[in-house]
């Protein structure tokens, strides 16, 4: 594998253009570009809950995962804790708009 010297990683204007730049590149050619990072894990996933979609929504949804560069479970599991995020936040105050 050859070496990459000097070169550190380009700017990607989307995912798609990372995904293609990865497809075509090793991670290995650019030794120097990333870090080593500590890693704490956030909680063994231990349930394990079966949901049921018809062929079509499965197929949308394995679409839009390869789109982000995950798995679909992957992508249902980060949708769910969002929207539970979001439903278990305080309400918002509504502030009044000043009309002219």
């Not at 070169?7 to 253009?17: A, D, I, M, T």
């Not at 570009?33 to 079966?50: D, I, K, N, T, V």
């Not at 929504?57 to 560069?69: D, E, M, N, Q």
């Amino acid at each position: 594998m050859k070496q990459v010297r000097g070169k550190g990683l380009p700017q990607f204007r989307s995912v798609k253009e990372e995904a293609r730049f990865w497809q075509a590149h090793s991670p290995l050619d650019y030794r120097g570009a990333f870090r080593e990072e500590r890693a704490e894990p956030s909680g063994q996933l231990q349930a394990l809950l079966a949901v049921r979609f018809d062929r079509e929504t499965v197929a949308l949804l394995r679409k839009v995962a390869r789109s982000k560069g995950i798995g679909a479970t992957t992508l249902l599991r980060l949708w769910t804790i969002e929207r539970l995020t979001e439903e278990l936040a305080p309400p918002r105050k509504a502030t009044a708009r000043r009309t002219a």
